[in-house]
Structures are given as structure tokens and as C-alpha cells.
């Protein structure tokens, strides 16, 4: 079935370590993006990107980097330069020339103990 | 810059009640806007999409409509059931951009 998957769905991390979330999509769409979700608070955009080899910093974009080599791929690194890094991270893609309907994964939640 | 905002917070509602709930934005120029559901713990469904030139889009028991002329959007939510609970957000795309902006949502208990 064609969807985006992200993984893991779980993640501890210690204080200072760098951790990479994984998304990857099978639905030929040409925009990625990822969104950090806080509990009572709507969806904040961290990257962007349009195509291949192309990516654009959204609202919160301190402490994180993606890189998009791929397509299908947009995998997001949350670096120990994140302050706050304990969030629920949400991947979403649209394909580019449509009505532009974006579609999510199921998210991963990252926890730094 | 955009801002969405969505009022209520926080809805309670007894089953079958038919139910409204609003998205409001700051900026007019919009390329389309979509309603989604979450559940606890789960990415977001997408509910419905209307486009910029669209006044209304409909889907089952859900009909969400579109004014961009005075910023807003309503999701109107018919004969309510237990299994619609679950928090509802609205993004706006603008003109010209590949950026979503997200209300902060409203979260919507049925009770049976």
C-alpha cells in the first residue's frame, strides 16, 4: 500500500547525542516535510522540501538538519544542539503538481532522558 | 505572516448533536486549506481540502466551507457519534508556497 512510514515510533535518546528519524514515502510525491508537535499545541514546521537535493528551513529550524537525497526519503537528524528536544515529530509529503493534499506518517516520539 | 487560530480549545458534546468548528486566518492569500483529525498518539487523517476558488467541500457527515474574504473556515459536523472524538486541525497554505500553517486545533469528546 502506498503511504509514508516513519520509524522508529519510539525513541530514547540521552542528553547530548544526535539521533536520526527516518521517513520515507512510496507515493511518487515531490514535497517532504516535518512538523514538531508539543502536547496542547498545534504542528510547527522544522524543514521543508520541494525536490530532490532541495530544502528550505521553516519556523523552528535551530538543532535540527534533513538532508533529501532521495525522492522518497527525508530523514531528519535532531542534533544536541536541540534544547528542548522531547516532542512528537510528524512527516508529511504532497505531490507538486496536484490540488496539493497533504498526507501524514504516524509519527515518532522522541524522548531525552 | 499567516496565523491560524482555532476556537474552541476544547468541545464536549452528547452524542447526535450536530456541531460546528472554527478556523480563522490572518491572511486572505491562500492557495487552499485542510481539515484534519488526530487521535491520541497518531499522525494526522486528512478530512477534507478546499481549494482557494472553492466555497465548500463535502464528505459523509462532515461539510467544511471556506470564506476567504473574512479569513475563516468552519468544519460542520452532523449527527455526532462517540467515534468522532478526537482533536481537529485546520493548515492553510498560502499563495506562492509549499508552507502549511496549522491552527493549534480543537479537541472534540461525544459522549454517548
Known amino acids: 500500500d502506498g503511504g509514508i512510514t516513519q520509524s522508529p515510533k519510539y525513541l530514547f535518546r540521552k542528553e547530548g547525542q544526535n539521533v536520526t528519524l527516518s521517513c520515507e514515502q512510496n507515493?511518487?510525491?515531490?514535497?517532504m516535510y516535518w512538523y514538531r508537535q508539543d502536547p496542547g499545541q498545534g504542528l510547527r514546521l522544522i524543514y521543508y522540501?520541494?525536490?530532490?537535493?532541495?530544502?528550505q528551513k521553516g519556523d523552528i529550524a535551530e538543532g535540527y538538519s534533513v538532508s533529501r537525497e532521495k525522492k522518497e526519503s527525508f530523514p531528519l537528524t535532531v542534533t544536541s544542539a536541540q534544547k528542548n528536544p522531547t516532542a512528537f515529530y510528524l512527516c508529511?509529503?504532497?505531490?507538486?503538481?496536484?490540488?496539493?493534499?497533504?498526507?501524514f506518517g504516524e509519527g515518532s516520539r522522541l524522548t531525552v532522558l | 505572516k499567516q496565523e491560524v487560530t482555532q476556537i474552541p480549545a476544547a468541545l464536549s458534546v452528547p452524542e447526535g448533536e450536530n456541531l460546528v468548528l472554527n478556523c480563522s486566518f490572518t491572511?486572505?492569500?491562500?492557495?487552499?486549506l485542510q481539515w484534519f483529525r488526530q487521535d491520541p498518539g497518531k499522525g494526522l487523517t486528512s478530512l477534507l481540502l478546499?481549494?482557494?476558488?472553492?466555497r465548500e467541500q463535502t464528505s459523509g457527515r462532515l461539510n467544511a466551507s471556506l470564506d476567504k474574504s473574512s479569513g475563516r473556515s468552519t468544519l460542520y459536523i452532523a449527527a455526532s457519534q462517540p467515534g468522532d472524538s478526537a482533536t481537529y486541525l485546520c493548515a492553510v497554505r498560502g499563495s506562492g508556497t509549499y508552507k502549511y500553517i496549522f491552527g493549534t486545533g480543537t479537541r472534540l469528546k461525544v459522549l454517548a
Open positions: 478546499i481549494q482557494s476558488s472553492q
Open positions: 507515493l511518487n510525491h515531490d514535497a
Open positions: 491572511d486572505s492569500a491562500i492557495y487552499n
Open positions: 522540501s520541494q525536490i530532490v537535493n532541495d530544502f
Open positions: 508529511a509529503s504532497i505531490w507538486g503538481q496536484n490540488t496539493g493534499e497533504l498526507f
